[in-house]
């Protein structure tokens, strides 16, 4: 599902770039087309590829890769300016503390003509006024933005970087998530520290300007509502947002319990009471007062620790940067015909060039046209065998759904077992040539699942290490869950299934669920296909009793009451056997003995039958 976080646009005075218009002083930007839309449309036309006349590099840095047109000392100091506020921040709190697995992607434009349509596109809007939007879509995350010349538009970058910080680890409401970007979006580094809390000039002046929303309802807007799409409301909004939690900051309170427990759904007014004794009367007031706001400095320091801030420069040739951009698209709906023109782009630049032609192969296997994918795919690897993207892009076409947000939804038969055995033999071989480890193990243990409980291990071994290097992979933890349960390793699966039943994402709750179900519905048909009925029906009833449907649970009470009446029936029937063998036997009254003691119990008709005529053609026998 595709997520959008618009970033703030520059500060006041933001000279021209390139002979650009310069952007107005506070301009929030047009939010259409965010969190729960999961569409991307163009807004005007395809998206022109990047210009030829412009150098692009690479700058790889621990937790960004930069494709950048800025030139390699701009990009440098942003790089180092982000790697050094997300150690600061990691250091103040923990909720800093979920950066992504993989390196975010950072597409940074110096020219707005080109950027234009990326903004436009991603916000569905004619003339987006925006300087850089954070995209989120399932597990990854990158940022698109344009930079000028002074430092002072890094701040898109700052607060794009709490977004990127806090939406790995949770969901809090709209101002708060906004507020908090804005706050940490001002900060200096400079002299081992950071600073941060100083005022921000153009909110301060919104809230001068415009009558302040009431404060319940700055907490119900969401990213839907007009206060939050509607040019005339958003200044007031990020100026509100920003001065609340400016306000909390500076508080007696603590800030991070606060954020915490309404990040789960607890009132405002409540949290507000339990951290800092206030009321929504005491912040509304404080509010009001942001418009004659006088104070100045700052309103914290933070000793910044040691940053890793070493980056790799590389020029990118042509048909590298239409693959890039390529690449981005291709991750957001509805863009794959312009994805797949930047790919036949880089080709016509590079006519042999393997990540191209392997992307064009991944386009087809997210259409379900596997066998057009799997030609491509040995086409790229006659171009260059040892990419390990390539290997790990086919091996997961092979798994269809069962890699990404569907994983666990259909189930695997016998019939997959080629194909799965195939993907887990691209996979080592990418994981041989240092291909990413997490992804690689991942694919490994998820190729097992096609195989029989008692051969389990190993794709657990490496589902555990996967889910270790990337916890954000919900595909990889609900297969390893399926796995711990179909082995009945209930001491780890149980606390991984609380950890999935809690995710924010409802839809892996409920896939964590039907797991469950699944799993042990099997276990109980196997066990009745062994004769074991009555364990079978104890597995039905432990799993009636879990599930909080009425009619799931009525229907496998049912399930396991017929269970129990069959097995019951089957050992009524032994008992009927014994007794026409004491029959043959000539022991007569151990026969009627047995008799008797089946019509006591017996509800099968034709068994009650059967015993009635057994009987009359005892009647008159003595025993031998």
Excluded: C
């Amino acid at each position: 599902m595709l997520a959008l976080l618009p970033l703030l646009a520059a500060l006041l005075g933001d000279p021209p770039v390139n002979g650009n218009v310069p952007q107005p002083g506070f301009v929030p930007p047009q939010l259409k087309g965010l969190k729960g839309d999961g569409v991307a449309r163009r807004a005007e036309g395809p998206i022109p590829f990047p210009a030829a006349d412009e150098a692009w590099i690479e700058v790889r840095s621990k937790h960004f890769t930069f494709i950048s047109a800025a030139g390699e000392k701009k990009t440098r100091v942003i790089a180092e300016n982000l790697e050094t506020l997300a150690a600061a921040l990691g250091r103040l709190h923990t909720t800093f503390a979920t950066a992504r697995p993989e390196p975010t992607p950072v597409y940074l434009f110096t020219r707005r003509r080109e950027v234009q349509p990326y903004f436009d596109m991603l916000l569905n809007h004619r003339d987006a006024t925006v300087s850089g939007i954070f995209v989120a879509q399932n597990t990854s995350a990158a940022i698109v933005m344009i930079t000028g010349v002074r430092s002072a538009t890094d701040r898109t970058a700052f607060h794009e970087l709490v977004h990127n910080l806090i939406e790995n680890g949770a969901q809090p409401p709209v101002w708060l998530e906004e507020g908090l970007a804005e706050y940490f979006s001002n900060v200096d580094l400079r002299n081992g520290s950071m600073y941060a809390g100083e005022p921000i000039a153009p909110h301060v002046h919104a809230l001068k300007q415009h009558t302040l929303l009431p404060v319940r309802t700055l907490f119900s807007v969401v990213r839907d509502s007009d206060t939050y799409n509607l040019p005339q409301g958003q200044a007031v909004f990020y100026a509100e947002s920003w001065a609340a939690v400016d306000w909390l900051m500076h508080e007696r309170g603590d800030f991070y319990a606060f954020f915490r427990d309404v990040t789960a759904g607890t009132p405002v007014e409540r949290a507000l009471q339990t951290h800092y004794g206030k009321s929504l009367d005491d912040m509304q007031r404080a509010l009001g007062a942001y418009a004659a706001l006088s104070r100045i400095g700052f309103g914290m320091t933070v000793k910044v620790p040691e940053a890793d801030t070493n980056v790799a420069i590389r020029t990118l040739s042509r048909a590298e940067t239409l693959f890039a951009f390529g690449h981005f698209l291709s991750d957001l709906e509805e863009m794959a015909p312009d994805a797949e023109r930047h790919f036949r782009a880089a080709l016509n630049a590079e006519p042999h060039y393997a990540r191209a032609i392997g992307a064009i192969a991944v386009l087809r296997a997210k259409d379900a046209k596997y066998d057009d994918a799997a030609k491509l795919f040995d086409e790229a690897l006659a171009a260059d065998a040892n990419d390990p993207s390539i290997l790990l892009d086919y091996a997961e076409a092979l798994l269809q759904k069962e890699i990404g947000p569907l994983a666990e939804t259909d189930d695997v038969w016998s019939d997959d077992a080629p194909r799965f055995r195939k993907a887990r033999e691209l996979a080592e071989k990418a994981l041989s040539l240092g291909g990413d480890a997490g992804r690689a193990t991942g694919d490994i243990g998820t190729t097992y699942l096609v195989e029989p409980d008692a051969a389990l291990a190993p794709g657990i071994a490496a589902l555990e290490k996967a889910h270790a290097l990337l916890p954000a992979r919900t595909d990889f933890a609900l297969h390893l869950f399926a796995m711990y349960r179909r082995t009945r390793a209930l001491a780890k699966a149980d606390p991984l299934f609380a950890l999935l039943d809690a995710s924010r994402n409802a839809q892996v709750a409920y896939v964590a669920r039907a797991i469950v179900t699944r799993v042990e519905l099997n276990r109980a048909n196997d066990l009745s296909h062994h004769g074991q009925l009555a364990d079978a029906a104890a597995v039905l009833r432990e799993l009636a009793e879990k599930t909080p449907d009425p009619n799931g649970r009525r229907d496998l009470d049912t399930q396991a009451q017929e269970l129990l009446r069959v097995d019951a029936t089957n050992k009524q029937i032994a008992v009927y056997n014994d007794a026409v063998a004491q029959v043959n036997l000539g022991k007569y009254a151990a026969a009627r003995k047995m008799l008797s003691a089946i019509l006591a119990e017996a509800t099968d008709q034709e068994l009650i039958r059967d015993v009635h005529e057994l009987q009359k053609q005892l009647e008159g026998r003595k025993d031998r």
